[in-house]
């Protein structure tokens, strides 16, 4: 077996536009990460304007808790769904000041891949937020076209078994495809495959900020 990068953070925000794209998109990184390093879970709108996901917000604070993220380190904003070009420079500010507070290492964010309207701009707004820190992109299945990892991080059966347990938290989408626990579990044995390990969570590089050295 080749021997893996190692990459590593103090502090590793994630950013989603809604409740759930964290954890469809990074879920199983989560779980295998939040007790070696602090976690900030940052999703931008609460989706309550839609009488049909009254429940998501809460829903995704028993899934992010199933992952092991504290609950005050899990934030739900409050722009509204679908709107979120509409609310560009309010969503820059609203990522400015959280970088000034939290300074991550590492962000993980959308891939541009992904065409809907809310995690476009996240994307856009989230580069432009935190310049001069390494951000890679996720995948959240639904709304990608052309998204192919090229960053590949090895994770184990149980953080694969963490996601979906986590994502079983989500009873409003009980009946989505992308719910669906086999699809989960074939998308990292892909990504696995990939990287030849078992499995492996995948994502896009949108921005290396690095350094060399040499031991």
């Known amino acids: 077996m080749n021997h893996d990068m190692t990459f590593f953070g103090k502090k590793i925000c994630f950013i989603g536009a809604h409740p759930d794209d964290i954890e469809l998109g990074a879920g199983a990184l989560i779980a295998h990460v939040a007790g070696a390093t602090e976690v ?47 609310s560009r420079q309010e969503i820059l500010e609203y990522l400015i000041s959280l970088n000034s507070s939290f300074h991550p290492e590492i962000v993980f964010t959308h891939t541009r891949a992904d065409i809907h309207q809310d995690h476009a701009t996240t994307t856009e707004e989230t580069l432009r937020a935190f310049r001069g820190t390494t951000v890679l992109g996720f995948d959240v299945l639904r709304s990608s076209y052309g998204f192919f990892p090229n960053f590949l991080v090895d994770v184990t059966a149980e953080d694969v078994e963490k996601k979906i347990q986590a994502l079983a938290e989500y009873k409003t989408y009980d009946s989505k495809y992308y719910f669906d626990p086999q699809i989960t579990r074939a998308t990292m044995i892909r990504h696995g495959a990939l990287a030849e390990r078992q499995y492996a969570e995948g994502f896009d590089i949108l921005r290396i900020v690095a350094q060399f050295g040499c031991c």
């Open 40 to 86: 900030l879970c940052v999703t931008l709108s609460d989706n309550k304007k839609n009488p049909d996901l009254v429940n998501v917000a809460a829903e995704h604070r028993r899934s992010m808790a199933v992952l092991g993220v504290p609950e005050d380190h899990v934030i739900v904003g409050g722009f509204e769904t679908r709107r979120f070009p509409h």
